[in-house]
């Protein structure tokens, strides 16, 4: 069974950083594309991160490109996404999800809270 | 950036009743369209991929259609387990993009 475990959400002040974590399992890690997805307060998806399935080749939409970056541990099958100059707006969900093309697996998200 | 907007983005229906979910994007995406259920509780599932693929598992009233910039999900007959709301994604491009989500509430 496909399953995918985020951890590492918190509350954080502006300007901070902190590291998300995805546990993957049952499945070849290494074999897919993996993605950061998060869900603001509003409801509203917004695609964060892709990371190809070696690590080579990464993107970012610009609202988040300099200020995270997302890696891979194929040997122990994490994901993680290295936030940092935190703000207000990136308060949300973050959920890692597996890809082939479209996203066919979703973890069940950890809490990112960006406050003073 | 490609937009993508959804509509309705709520709507009320009744049990056994067929709804179709609009989405539609600011510049065609070939195809390159999915369709994905979120219950509350937060669980995402896909539920359509590549426009009209339904993904393993899903059950067959869910179908998907459209090209160019149009696109639409029917359920054919809905039950209760289909209230939930509903995001297309398109990956034609990057950055990826979702709508903005249709709640589907029962009447």
Known sequence: ?116 | DIQMIQSPSSMFASLGDRVSLSCRASQGIRGNLDWYQQKPGGTIKLLIYSTSNLNSGVPSRFSGSGSGSDYSLTISSLESEDFADYYCLQRNAYPYTFGGGTKLEIK
């Open chain 1, 1 to 116: 069974e496909v399953q995918l475990v985020e951890s590492g959400g918190g509350l954080v002040k502006p300007g901070g950083s902190l590291k998300l974590s995805c546990a993957a399992s049952g499945f070849t890690f290494s074999d897919y594309y993996m993605y950061w997805v998060r869900q603001t307060p509003e409801k509203r998806l917004e695609w964060v991160a892709t990371i190809s399935d070696g690590g080579s080749y990464t993107y970012y939409p610009d609202s988040v490109k300099g200020r995270f970056t997302i890696s891979r541990d194929n040997a122990k099958n994490n994901l993680y996404l290295q936030m940092s100059s935190l703000k207000s707006e990136d308060t949300a969900m973050y959920y890692c999800a597996r890809g082939v093309g479209p996203f066919d697996y979703w973890g069940q998200g950890t809490t990112l809270t960006v406050s003073s």
